[in-house]
DNA sequence: ACCTAAATTTAGGCACGCCTAAAAATGGGC
DNA sequence: GCCCATTTTTAGGCGTGCCTAAATTTAGGT
């Protein structure tokens, strides 16, 4: 019961779908990078199973059980918990973590995930800002929003950024762009222009273009206490 | 290239034939704990890989090439390697180290291999005293003998001991029979009886019985330097 | 309401890693 | 040197997880 090819089916469902929507065949075809056809095996499968992992409907996609949902975000913590203990303990790069974590996160015992959670001072959030699941399956929460959302002229905190790319990931850490920095937005040119702003203490200003800006996520800065 | 299966199999050859001896279809099926007739059709994959892992002679088992042995030892080095990072790093005790690492193993990256043999100072044994191949294929050697063999009457230390049975190695634990504790043989009993021993300093005399004393190892004492 | 394009499912196939049952090779005792 | 017990291999099968190609269903535009 839970197979490697299963986790990944279930976490995928719940990073595109989250707890309560539907996730579709194509979209988890893209995710998973397998064939919607595969996917559309493997989602009969885990609607089968006894107890289900997921509600299915032909043609109208998948939402996760209770029980899918708990293993979704077992995964998932077993992948941030790894993350972060790559990057604190191994000294593993911001952009390094990524994809060893993707294979021990299913070979990882609970023992395991006690131990490097317990080292690591029982985190909440992973190197790139994103939320640990809780064992209970809580989510620790900090209100943010899309970089794409802030206002012009405002000041703002980095929260997370997207972990799929290892070459943006080098490319924000090369301008100084990492969770809890503060940025400034100057000016969004127009016609879906890029977003033009300063990270940091740093004078220049950088352009971030849709893909880019994209994959950012921040949060109101609390005071500017220097 | 390289299954977790295939892995497996060249790790069981290494450890039942060693560098250049041949291991038999029913001793390998024996130690993977699936059927001979599954041993063979694994055994002529191996052999007929390109380049091959073994060389294979129907009915006369099989002997690692040196891509093999390579593979193989790679893999120990790996368990061995997790192994005493989780006593050492993680607070595993020493019976739960082997099925953890058993899993890991196969899911760590060469990157990951490097950073915690880093973390733990480039050691050469395990936490039972099993030595840690080298990057280069090489063993680091520490001439010992089968407890066994011992002379009574002798002092030895406890050089290693096996790792497959975890209620032995807690056994073990609880007399405080660990690598590198000093032991005392006083008799050995008649018709293939018992060992009587003392460990370390404690008074208490112990019996070993053939399946205990068969998987320990010691070797002769330097000094009696108190 | 229909018709078409897109999304999805069905059908059939393949590699892996295991199984059992039956056939064949080996080698030790006489 | 032959025979029989043991070891090993062959033959055929099963579940998983993927594939492609063809059939089907859905949903959007008119």
């Known amino acids: 019961m839970g197979s490697e090819a299963i986790d990944n089916c279930l976490k995928a ?9 539907r996730a579709t065949t194509a ?3 893209e ?18 199973s006894d107890p289900p992992w997921i509600e299915y409907q032909k043609h109208h996609g998948a939402r996760l059980t209770d029980r899918g949902r708990a ?15 790559l ?3 191994l000294d593993y790069s911001w952009d390094e973590v990524h994809v060893e974590a993707e294979k021990l996160e299913h070979a990882i ?23 640990i699941p809780r064992r209970d399956g809580t989510l620790p929460d900090r209100a943010d929003s899309d970089l794409i959302d802030m206002e012009p002229g405002t000041d703002a905190e980095v929260s997370r950024v997207s972990d799929h790319d290892p070459t943006m990931l080098q490319h924000l850490s090369s301008i100084g762009v990492r969770p809890g920095v503060r940025i ?3 000016e969004r040119r127009p016609f879906d222009g890029p977003l033009m702003l300063r990270v940091g203490d740093d004078r220049a200003v950088h352009a971030f273009g849709a ?13 500017t206490a220097a």
């Open 211 to 223: 893909r880019l800006a994209g994959s950012i996520r921040i949060r109101d800065i609390r005071s």
């Open 71 to 85: 293993r979704a975000l077992e995964i998932i913590r077993h992948h941030r918990l790894i993350e972060l203990f």
């Open 184 to 186: 400034h937005l100057l």
């Open 31 to 48: 995710q998973l990078a397998i064939s919607p056809a595969s996917v559309t095996g493997m989602l009969k499968k885990l609607s089968e």
């Open 109 to 131: 015992s609970e023992t395991f995930e006690d131990r490097i959670a317990h080292v690591l001072g029982d985190p909440e959030f992973d190197p790139h800002g994103h939320p």
């Open 13 to 21: 469902i719940y990073q595109l779908a989250g707890d309560d929507e």
């Open 87 to 89: 990057h604190r303990v």
């Open 27 to 29: 979209g988890l075809a």
